[in-house]
């Protein structure tokens, strides 16, 4: 397999806004490098033929883990609200979501 | 010979009502009230809660009844383990202010064997980095050379039992976060088998890679800390329900008739002085009755790049939870998008956001198979590679990091120098597999040398009976700059 094209700054700036991180023009800059050196080391793995070898996502393999459907005593609600920035009518608040109404 | 036990004597001492816990207690809080400004070991010192537990544990033994196997032994926890009420910040901006709602499983774990929880260490930005140097509270100093760094990502665990501060502490390992300061620090440190020590509490950064595992000054210490911690939690569901190995019951048994494989692969970066005493402890172990050859997993040479594809990607997925809702540090916006990346753009540091932004890459569409897919695809030729060794040694022999403590700053401006660091820890993780670093004496500048010993899952039995004997034919160790150890 060959490995992918170089990341590019465009990359970068968009991997950025997936990721929820607002990013400074130098900041931009010295990623873009740092990741270009991390992914050009990993051309060893990405230029592997491995076909026929299937990825291992865990290395203990555990499947369908179930408890009985039972209540249960869970964390307190006014203890994990109590951690929220903002609170309102026992719910998390959060700012408007874009398009709507204030 | 009998391995030290230091943590023993002090519990028995404590369940006998020959010490109080409060006086043991007193005595560690001084030690760190003393250096802990010289170390930058801990983020937060519980001294009122220890005290109360303390007095608790007293009144325990008081009653007629046992607190349990590490009675009054005082503990540090790294600050990713959830305690209940106690601010815990991932060393991170973004976590400012939290106390969580509940406590980790190994917390209660060690509440109910009478240990006292003493505080909450310092770590590089949630447990990534090598030097714990990405800390947002500065970074810890090494006890044997202040100039230098204590390793990482547990540096405040493996500092703070160094310099003495406590004789036990806990860390996390995602790519030889617990092994490599251990290394650096001149202590033991313990990456157990994926599963085996439940990771519920533990603030996830690579969830299919972190475990949870014990610091100490001894072999026998660790094993004891080991045996406390471990065992099947039904609140994790990657614990495995089966039975966890006991190890401080076999922890005199010896070596004869085992085979011992040094990992040619592990010694290709090691200094000179660091693969000296490699070898040196491979002597150690032939003469104490094992078989020991020298093996070579080709293999274990893609970890790194593997690593550094898998971890960032679980990481970003689990790092997207820190987006001012529900906890932690809020930075207010018009709309919610922009109070998400007003919060995460200002609580996250440099090395979290190259992660984030590295993991996102590799999961996008277009480079999900050429990386992080083929990168899994390694994973299963290192578990394979590894298998194929176990079937002729038992455990394998390597060093744990290819230097010695490096000076302060010396890597922060080169991410792939620093992730150099975790070479020969790496391999273990991927394959889920326990591994142990033990103290082997100075290297060439003086300062600690680990070397570690690799085992296949479960193994921990074996692992912990061949470091024993590791440990009894380590060379004198260095003198600290700061501290002391009893």
Redesign the interface.
């Known amino acids: 397999?060959s490995?992918?094209e170089r990341?590019t700054r465009d990359?970068?700036a968009h991997?950025?806004h997936?990721?929820?991180?607002?990013?400074s023009e130098e900041?931009l800059d010295l990623?873009t490098g740092?990741?270009a050196?991390?992914?050009d080391?990993?051309?060893?793995?990405?230029s592997?033929d491995?076909a026929g070898?299937?990825?291992?996502?865990?290395?203990?393999a555990?499947t369908n883990?179930l408890?009985p459907d039972e209540v249960r005593p869970c964390?307190?609600r006014d203890?994990?609200l109590g951690?929220?920035?903002?609170v309102e009518d026992h719910r998390?608040r959060?700012?408007?979501?874009?398009g709507e109404a204030p | 010979m009998s391995a030290p036990r230091p943590s023993t004597f002090l519990a028995n001492a404590v369940r006998s009502g020959a010490r109080s816990a409060l006086e043991v207690v007193d005595e560690h809080l001084a030690a760190i009230a003393a250096d802990d400004d010289q170390v930058h070991a801990f983020n937060l010192v519980m001294a009122d809660e220890a005290r109360a537990r303390a007095i608790e544990v007293d009144r325990t033994v008081a009653n007629g009844d046992d607190p349990g196997l590490l009675a009054g032994v005082p503990v540090a926890l790294k600050d990713n383990l959830c305690t209940r009420g106690v601010p815990t910040t991932c060393s991170s901006r973004i976590l400012d202010g939290?106390?969580p709602?509940?406590d980790a499983t190994v917390v209660t774990r060690l509440h109910r064997s009478g240990a006292v929880v003493v505080g909450k260490t310092n770590m590089d930005e949630f447990a990534m980095g090598s030097s714990t140097e990405t800390s947002a509270t500065g970074p810890t100093r090494n006890p044997y050379d202040t100039g230098r760094v204590p390793g990482g990502s547990s540096g405040g665990s493996a500092a703070a039992v160094a310099a003495g501060f406590v004789p036990l502490a806990l860390g996390s390992d995602t790519g030889g976060s617990i092994r490599q300061p251990a290394a650096l620090c001149g202590v033991v440190g313990m990456k157990p088998?994926?599963?085996t020590v439940s990771r519920y509490g533990l603030v996830a950064f690579a969830s299919?890679l972190d475990q949870i595992g014990p610091f100490a000054t001894t072999v026998a210490d660790a094993a004891l800390l080991f045996d406390v911690i471990g065992g099947h939690d039904?609140a994790d569901?990657?614990s495995?329900n089966r039975p966890t190995p006991r190890v401080l019951s076999v922890l005199d048994d010896g070596v004869a008739g085992l085979t011992v494989g040094v990992l040619v692969e592990l010694l290709d970066g090691a200094d000179p002085d660091v693969a000296a005493r490699v070898h040196q402890a491979a002597e150690a172990l032939a003469a104490a009755g094992a078989r020991v050859e020298e093996v070579s997993v080709p293999e274990v040479?893609?970890g790194?790049?593997?690593y550094?594809?898998i971890a960032p990607g679980e990481a970003?997925s689990n790092l997207?939870r820190y987006?001012?809702?529900?906890?932690?540090?809020?930075m207010?916006?018009?709309?919610?998008?922009?109070?998400?990346?007003?919060t995460?753009?200002s609580g996250?540091g440099?090395e979290v956001?190259?992660r984030?932004?590295?993991g996102?890459?590799v999961l996008?569409a277009?480079?999900m198979d050429?990386?992080y897919?083929?990168?899994?695809?390694?994973?299963?030729?290192i578990?394979e590679a590894f298998d194929a060794a176990y079937r002729r040694c038992d455990v394998l022999l390597g060093p744990t990091a290819p230097t010695t403590a490096f000076p302060l700053g010396a890597k922060t401006g080169d991410?792939?120098a620093m992730?150099l660091s975790d070479v020969c820890t790496i391999p273990s993780n991927?394959?889920?597999?326990p591994a142990i670093s033990v103290p082997f004496g100075p290297g060439d500048d003086g300062l600690p040398i680990g070397v570690q010993l690799l085992g296949p899952?479960l193994s921990e039995g074996t692992l912990f009976k061949v470091a024993a004997v590791v440990e009894a034919a380590a060379p004198t160790p260095p003198a600290l700059a700061v501290g002391a150890r009893s």
Not at chain 2, 323 to 330: A, T
Not at chain 2, 430 to 433: D, R, T
């Open positions: 397999m490995p992918p990341i990359d970068v991997v950025a997936l990721a929820r991180l607002e990013l900041e990623f740092q990741l050196q991390v992914l080391h990993a051309a060893d793995v990405a592997l491995l070898v299937e990825p291992t996502a865990h290395a203990m555990i883990v408890r964390l307190d203890e994990v951690q929220a920035p903002s998390f959060v700012p408007r979501i874009l | 939290w106390r709602p509940y088998t994926y599963g299919s039904p569901s990657t495995l040479r893609l790194l790049s593997a550094y594809l970003s997207a987006d001012g809702v529900r906890y932690g540090l809020r207010d916006a018009e709309d919610t998008v922009a109070m998400n990346t007003a995460r753009s996250f440099p956001k190259r984030i932004m590295l996102t890459y996008s277009g480079y050429a990386y897919l083929q990168a899994l695809r390694v994973r299963t030729t578990i991410p792939l992730y991927l394959a889920g597999h899952a």
